[in-house]
């Protein structure tokens, strides 16, 4: 079966400084990953999506990601945050083959202050 | 295009009540998955229909049940809500069963008395 784990529940930061928010999966299988971002009242909105091929992912909002399969993680960074960024960070793993069924994990609180 | 929307965005039942909230899809996603997202939680996956017919269940009782329509449309019923049910319910479009981006809308909030 397959498990997400987001090692913080929340992540306060100062405006400007990097940011990393961590992620480990768990598979038997060759999955997709993925990272949402969900502003308060609203629903998800993806990132970034890592399918196959380089591992270095981008995304929008200058966020970018690492799947490293050896340490089964794919972790969350921006070299700069700002105030805007404030928000839930979701880490998601689906699998190849299964296709419908997306796992998340539980969400890392990213709380950016002036 | 239009993107995903979701109908009601905010509900209050009692417990024991029944429920029906409506979702569509983005234009040309013929893939409808729901999710259950309770307070402080990443969302857990309820059921995905794709063309009309139920294609994946995640572990929810038979009380949470779905339809999808000719347009592609979808329902999630919920019936004899119970206090847990409390949560953000989101739906998500996609262009295929097996497509990997998922496009979500923002959510109904249900509250349980």
């Known amino acids: 079966a397959q498990s997400v784990t987001q090692l913080d529940s929340q992540v306060p930061v100062f405006e400007e400084a990097p940011v990393e928010l961590r992620c480990n999966y768990s598979s038997s299988v060759s999955v997709y990953l993925f990272w949402y971002v969900q502003y308060p009242n609203q629903g998800l909105q993806l990132l970034l999506k890592y399918l196959s091929g380089s591992t270095l992912v981008k995304g929008i909002n200058g966020f970018e990601a690492e799947f490293n399969k050896s340490q089964t993680s794919f972790h969350l960074r921006k070299p700069s945050v700002h105030i805007s960024d404030t928000a839930e960070y979701f880490c998601a793993v689906s699998d190849r083959d299964g296709g419908f069924k997306t796992i998340f994990g539980a969400g890392t609180r990213l709380f950016v202050k002036a | 295009e239009t993107g995903v929307t979701q109908s009601p965005t905010h509900l209050i039942k009692t417990r024991g009540q029944q429920v029906t909230l409506r979702c569509s899809s983005q234009?040309?996603?013929?893939?409808v998955s729901w999710y259950q997202q309770a307070l402080g939680q990443g969302p857990q996956f309820i059921f995905q229909y794709y063309r009309e017919e139920e294609n994946g269940r995640g572990n929810f009782p038979p009380r949470f049940s779905g339809l999808q329509f000719p347009n592609y449309s979808s329902e999630l019923n919920v019936n004899a809500l119970e206090l847990d049910d409390s949560a953000l319910y989101l739906c998500?479009?996609?262009?295929?069963?097996?497509?990997?981006?998922?496009?979500f809308g923002p959510g109904t909030r249900l509250l349980v008395l």
């Open positions: 998500a479009s996609s262009l295929g069963s097996r497509e990997e981006t998922q496009y």
């Open positions: 234009s040309g996603h013929n893939t």
